[in-house]
């Protein structure tokens, strides 16, 4: 892994910045960081979401994608995907990739940043042998979800690092499968989040 430790570790402020990431900015990350937006909303938190991809070019999402935010009310015709920097990786509080290969990607250029980048799903996973954040803050929370975490190459090696597959290019019902667990897991993880531990929803079908 490179050298640079430019990614250090951000201020905490009133605002939870969280940085989503996928490939190519276009679905996955475009899905978990507008539903994720929404989750957080109506639990009545306060956050800042942006969307990067490791090799993203400057497109619109994927129709499907945008259909499937469309029917649960969010708009975003608007986005054009755009590559990871670290203007978006110095803010944020918390990373969530969409595979292990990304968190290894934003590892391996900003090593400091590795303590607060999980795959979406393992963080969901982890989060939950811990408890809810409670009044703990994010960075003791995120260190208690760390504990016993594969770390530099073992965490290159690791077989069982749960991700969300990309639907892109793949039959409907393929697509509708996958696409179902990144919508799931926004709320998932709002979930091990939010210190009540309330269920709000945004929208029925984003449940």
């Not at 292990?100 to 979406?120: K, S, Y």
């Not at 703990?136 to 995120?142: D, G, V």
């Not at 091990?192 to 029925?204: K, M, N, T, V």
């Amino acid at each position: 892994m490179s050298n640079d430790t430019s990614g250090k570790q951000p201020a905490m402020s009133a605002t939870l910045e969280i940085l989503s990431v996928c490939t190519h900015n276009r679905t996955r990350s475009v899905l978990i960081g507008a539903l994720l937006e929404a989750h957080l909303r109506a639990a009545g938190a306060t956050s800042h979401i942006q969307s990067a991809g490791t090799a993203a070019d400057g497109q619109q999402p994927i129709e499907h994608a945008i259909r499937l935010l469309a029917a649960c009310g969010i708009d975003v015709d608007d986005h054009i995907s755009r590559p990871i920097a670290a203007s978006n990786v110095n803010v944020a509080d918390l990373i969530l990739t969409a595979e292990q290969q990304h968190v290894v990607a934003i590892a391996g250029q900003w090593p400091d940043a590795f303590a607060r980048t999980f795959t979406l799903p393992e963080l969901v996973e982890r989060a939950r042998s811990v408890g809810p954040r409670g009044d703990r803050s994010l960075a003791e929370w995120l260190r208690a979800i760390g504990v016993g975490r594969p770390t530099a190459l073992d965490y290159l090696d690791a077989s069982d690092i749960p991700e969300v597959a990309d639907p892109t290019g793949k039959s409907r019902a393929v697509w509708e499968s996958r696409s179902a667990r990144s919508m799931r897991s926004p709320e998932n993880w709002r979930r091990c989040w939010h210190e009540s531990g309330r269920d709000h929803q945004a929208g029925q079908c984003c449940g």
